[in-house]
């Protein structure tokens, strides 16, 4: 079992940028394909950008074009860039580790997810 710690998060105005970073620790992480998903106050949980263990990324509609998601198998860890940031990005933002190399779409159920970490409160003022 892997263990997920998120770090980076803050807070910032419209337009800021802010970059996340997920560290793995104790379990598999680079034959494993990894995401960002957040979530809002009284929101579901939504997806927001995947990359797999080789190639391939894929971004939500709501961040494609402002955020970079990336990592580093050296480090074993995963990154968010966040740029142009809007109040609606404000959430909770959680990596997770697929069970798998890739993903199966391009919008991933969480149920594809097997580790979690414990978040980063991310809050974008007006």
């Known amino acids: 079992q892997v263990t997920l710690i998120e770090s980076g998060g803050g807070v910032v105005q419209a337009g800021d940028s802010l970059k996340l970073a997920c560290t793995a620790s104790?379990?598999?992480?680079?034959?494993?394909?990894m995401a960002w998903f957040r979530q809002a106050p009284g929101k579901e949980r939504e997806f927001v950008a995947a990359i797999n263990a080789i190639n391939g990324i894929t971004y939500s509609d709501a961040v494609s074009g402002r955020f970079v998601i990336s990592r580093d198998n050296a480090k074993k860890t995963l990154y968010l860039q966040m740029n142009s940031l809007k109040p609606t990005d404000t959430a909770v933002y959680y990596c997770?580790?697929?069970?798998?190399?890739?993903?199966?779409?391009?919008?991933?159920?969480?149920?594809?997810?097997?580790?979690w970490g414990q978040g980063t409160q991310v809050t974008v003022s007006s």
């Open positions: 997770a580790r697929n069970v798998r190399g890739y993903i199966s779409t391009f919008s991933p159920p969480i149920q594809e997810f097997d580790s």
């Open positions: 104790g379990g598999p992480f680079n034959n494993r394909a």
